[in-house]
């Protein structure tokens, strides 16, 4: 009798301890996190004429850091595409007006 109730407990032991494993689904692999950037702003250039230079081999350190690192392509609204504007909201993600950055004649 003993040794049925402790073969029970051990069923009920390893029962329990099958919901806790994981429910099958893979898990996501960790993104690693970095505590440097390198932000790129090439004032005045035109989207479609950098990604032809970078699609023939034209900008190589550019292509390797796209590459390598990381590439977004960022897309300021709501305001003239002036560079004191579209770098503030670019580095503080507020819109330049709210800042009380206004554009220069």
Known sequence: ????????TLGLLV??????????????????????ALLISWDGAQRAHVREMLAAGRLPHLQRLTREGGFAEVEVRGHRTETLTGHTELLTGYRPHDLGVHRID
């Open 1 to 8: 009798m003993r040794r049925l109730a402790g073969l029970s």
């Open 15 to 36: 029962a329990g301890l099958a919901g806790c494993g994981s429910s099958g689904e893979p898990v996501p692999p960790r993104i690693p996190t970095t505590s440097q």
